[in-house]
């Protein structure tokens, strides 16, 4: 008898009928109604809260929950439909439960779809010889009308990612068994118990933020404990043990340790290990195995200085019967991955090695709230600036500034940034409800470095990255380099308290980026002088791609002069990189990968037929790029540490990195080598 058959379905049975809903708190209709006040008052658009934003709400929270329309029927958006209007009249009644209304019944949803599919994959018996096809482009495929039509979407879905998982196993050419059951089965149990935390504020929270999105993608509204991640990210900075987790089988696993954390000083705790219960302090110990996530980390963080301790499950015991106890004291831990990195690099390019700096910056952080010689005070624009001294002192003739990836941050700091490069001038035109200001570089700044320089952009950089990226190039002080042209996101937003903590704050739209040259960085971007795409490029991805996007418009031009003319450079220099990089097998390559992924990401249904299946996924595979960064070296050295030792070394195959340096090099050459010349006086 086959007993894993009888065993299985005991994992997947999800207790439906017993699921408790959730109810908002006292005090969240006095949210409610603040949040309905301050939009309509503080936002850059001045639009009243009506009907039209009642119906942009109501979409943002049913799509929020159920992105690809698969798990709610159709009856019950009719049934939801009832609101479509009112959400703008229930805000100002202070009424909040239209938000717990969606989340309760996408719970009881969810839990039938994934009963469904588990109970299902326990039976299996699966055969992929017919040429039925799956559909797994559904964000504009119609709600399910029956329970019926949903469980067959689910059919399709998991006898897809069966497929899936036989297709690897077989293109790897694997000798170990395959036990998909069990592992999609883990996988669920698991989705579910992620997506369906019984956590108020949260609900509450999705709910406000499809309310705030109805005005403009990047409005939001923040809980306590958003508001908390936020100054983190900004700060770099986070007091707790010092880990990065995840959620495996129920636990807390040890994805990643911090350098100079409590748990890398202490030395007992291994990257792999399981975090299965808390205490603090001298309280009780809590089980937190299948605990909502988010809670069972805020347990572990706390104030600096204040004592916890963690219940492990080595990695080295698989079967879970070992476990002990380790005391940690919280200290503050420096999220140092997300800080500037800079190095030198030999470039040899026809014949020339010329040293070239390096900088990547992978955020616009900055501390907001201390001076620069306050302990714990972190400025980007300050570490780029170390950069750029040591290169100066070691003479290198130009520099890559990388702002691939970069969604930005604060604005200061753009402002900042650009004044290393920058004599003086405006940086940027901010439109608010009042007026047209500029945020200069004022007069008498010394320049941190004057050689010639390239920016590095994609179709992620974002916010104070245009800002950069624009204001260099419209200055002619830089070339920009990358995909088409960046995100487009050319609005400011400001925090703003709601009221006592408990309320949270609301990020809210309230001014719009203008270069200053007068057009708006909105849905645009910075268009690149040398196109050297990433498969960001081919993707689906940018503002104009997000719902309620403002629109694109113009300014006048600020009163501004050039700082170096780099655009009389532009066209030989673009003409060069087009006739290296047509002639580069790995260039040529590497646009066949982005093209190749473009296909992929466009593509609407697949065949669940396992021969069409396996030819596909090895076509796929070859178009498919290899991070050797995330891949365990031989000697068994694991992905986190690995990407720790590389973070000063440059990252190997990156072809768009290299043709950067020769493009660069081509500027040098042009420009023989010059400096940005000192310019006296003020520019207005």
Not at 596 to 623: F, N, P, T
Not at 653 to 672: F, M, P
Request: charged share 30%; hydrophobic share 35%.
């Amino acid at each position: 008898m086959n007993m894993k058959r009888i065993l299985a379905p005991a994992l997947c049975v999800l207790a439906t009928a017993s699921i408790a809903e959730v109810a908002p708190r006292n005090y969240y209709g006095n949210i409610a109604k603040r949040l309905g006040d301050m939009l309509p008052r503080y936002h850059v658009l001045q639009q009243p809260m009506n009907d039209e934003t009642s119906r942009r709400a109501w979409t943002n929270l049913v799509t929020f929950y159920d992105f690809d329309h698969s798990v709610f029927l159709k009856s019950d958006l009719d049934r939801l439909a009832e609101h479509e209007t009112t959400i703008d009249d229930e805000l100002r009644r202070a009424d909040p439960t239209f938000g717990f209304t969606v989340y309760n019944l996408y719970v009881v949803r969810l839990h039938e779809r994934v009963d469904f599919a588990t109970n299902l994959l326990t039976r299996g018996g699966w055969e992929f010889n017919s040429n039925e096809t799956y559909r797994i482009r559904r964000k504009d495929a119609p709600w399910p009308a029956t329970r019926a039509d949903a469980e067959e979407h689910w059919r399709k879905r998991i006898k897809n990612e069966v497929l899936v998982a036989r297709v690897n196993h077989d293109l790897d050419k694997s000798t170990n068994a395959l036990d998909v059951a069990t592992d999609l089965i883990k996988k669920y149990r698991q989705y579910v118990t992620v997506l369906t935390e019984p956590d108020e504020e949260a609900v509450l929270q999705h709910y406000l933020s499809a309310v705030c999105r109805a005005y403009d993608p990047h409005t939001d509204y923040m809980s306590p404990a958003s508001k908390e991640d936020f100054d983190m990210e900004m700060n770099l900075s986070l007091c707790g043990v010092g880990a990065v987790l995840s959620m495996d089988d129920g636990a807390l696993k040890i994805v990643e340790i911090m350098p100079g954390g409590p748990i890398d000083v202490d030395g007992r705790i291994k990257e792999g290990d399981k975090i299965i219960g808390v205490q603090q302090g001298d309280g009780e110990m809590e089980d937190v195995m299948w605990q909502p996530m988010k809670k069972s980390i805020k347990k572990i963080r706390g104030p600096k200085g204040t004592r916890v301790t963690l219940q492990i499950v080595p990695r080295s015991d698989p079967s879970g019967a070992t476990k002990k106890l380790i005391e940690l004291v919280r200290d503050e831990i420096k999220l140092e991955d997300q800080a500037a990195t800079g190095h030198v690099e030999r470039v040899t390019f026809e014949g020339v090695t010329r040293k070239l700096g390096y900088v990547y910056l992978p955020g616009f952080y900055g501390t907001m709230d201390k001076k620069p010689t306050d302990p714990g005070f972190r400025s980007c624009s300050l570490d780029v600036a170390k950069y750029l001294a040591d290169f100066n002192a070691e003479g290198v003739q130009g520099l890559v500034l990388d702002l691939r990836g970069d969604g930005g941050g604060s604005l200061r700091e753009a402002v900042m940034l650009s004044a290393l490069f920058v004599q003086s001038g405006p940086v940027v035109q901010i439109r608010d409800l009042r007026s047209v200001g500029c945020l200069p570089i004022p007069p008498g700044n010394p320049i941190a470095f004057r050689k010639p320089m390239v920016v590095l952009t994609d179709r992620a950089s974002a916010s104070a990255s245009e800002i950069v990226a624009g204001h260099l190039k419209d200055t002619g002080r830089a070339l920009v380099l990358g995909d088409n042209r960046t995100h487009g996101k050319g609005t400011v937003q400001t925090v703003m308290g709601m009221g006592p903590d408990k309320y949270g704050s609301m990020k809210i739209t309230t001014a719009r980026f203008y270069r200053i040259d007068g057009r708006s960085t909105q849905v645009e971007g910075v268009e690149a002088d040398v196109h050297l795409p990433s498969l960001l490029d081919s993707l689906d991805i940018g503002e104009d791609k997000l719902t309620y996007a403002l629109p694109f418009s113009r300014i006048q031009p600020a009163d501004y002069r050039l700082s170096w003319n780099m655009h009389k450079y532009v066209n030989q220099l673009r003409a060069r990189s087009y006739d290296r990089t047509r002639n580069d097998e790995r260039f040529v390559r590497h646009v066949a990968n982005v093209n190749g992924m473009k296909e992929i990401s466009d593509r609407e249904e697949v065949s669940l037929e396992y021969a069409a299946r396996k030819a596909q996924m090895a076509k796929d595979r070859e178009l498919r790029e290899l991070d050797d960064e995330e891949k365990e070296d031989d000697d068994g050295e694991d992905a986190a540490k690995k990407r720790r030792r590389k973070r000063n070394e440059p990252k190997k195959d990156d072809v768009v990195l290299d043709e950067a340096y020769k493009v660069l090099s081509d500027l040098i050459r042009a420009t023989n080598g010059e400096e940005v010349p000192e310019v006296r006086g003020w520019w207005f």
